[in-house]
């Protein structure tokens, strides 16, 4: 069986970072990734962003804290986690995350904070079990391209 997402999108806020009683650091972003859908029959092309809960534990969330602002743009690499609570009005609540296990720090949107600078060598690739050194900023950082998806189907599908 497999479990497994891959994402890259841009950081929409400042990371939610948190230190539980045990000392153990976890963090919480959100991630938004864009397709381009293109319709033939209209010759129109659509954006569709779709948000994404990001958990990162230990390491990841200690890189989370020092170096992802909003407007970064990541890679992810994790498993797709759904939880269930009661709110404190007894209220059932649910939600769907992703647990990453991998982060790349591709850069960032334009407007977007840059990473600190480091005297550290270059390293921008972090999975729970490995040490992170500080990425440098890239001056001109590459833009990703959403994909493009070729769509003869009718535009009032619902999102």
Same mark, same amino acid.
């Given at each position: 069986? *497999?479990?497994?997402? %891959?994402?890259? +999108? ?5 990371p939610?970072?948190?230190t $539980?009683? /045990?000392? %153990?650091k *976890?963090?919480?972003?959100r991630?938004a990734?864009? =397709?381009r859908i293109? @319709? #033939?029959?209209?010759q ?11 958990t $990162? ?11 992802v #602002?909003? &407007?970064?743009?990541?890679y992810?690499?994790? @498993?797709i986690?759904s939880?269930e609570? /009661?709110?404190?009005s +007894?209220?059932k #609540?649910?939600?769907?995350? %992703? ?8 850069? #960032?949107r =334009? &407007? ?5 600078? /480091? /005297? ?6 972090v ?17 990703v391209?959403?994909?493009v998806?070729? @769509? ?8």
């Amino acid at each position: 069986m *497999v479990n497994k997402v %891959i994402l890259v +999108g841009n950081v929409g806020a400042e990371p939610e970072i948190r230190t $539980l009683e /045990s000392g %153990i650091k *976890v963090a919480r972003i959100r991630l938004a990734t864009t =397709e381009r859908i293109y @319709n #033939r029959t209209t010759q129109e092309t659509k954006e569709h962003t779709e948000w994404h809960t990001v958990t $990162l534990w230990r390491n990841l969330a200690d890189v989370a804290d020092k170096y992802v #602002r909003k &407007g970064s743009q990541l890679y992810i690499e994790g @498993n797709i986690r759904s939880r269930e609570w /009661s709110d404190e009005s +007894g209220a059932k #609540r649910s939600a769907i995350e %992703i647990v990453a296990n991998d982060m790349k720090m591709l850069g #960032r949107r =334009e &407007g977007g904070v840059p990473p600190q600078q /480091s /005297s550290a060598p270059q390293t921008n690739s972090v999975s729970s079990g490995e040490t992170y050194q500080a990425p440098r900023p890239n001056p001109t950082p590459a833009p990703v391209a959403a994909p493009v998806i070729l @769509n003869d189907e009718p535009d009032d599908l619902p999102f």
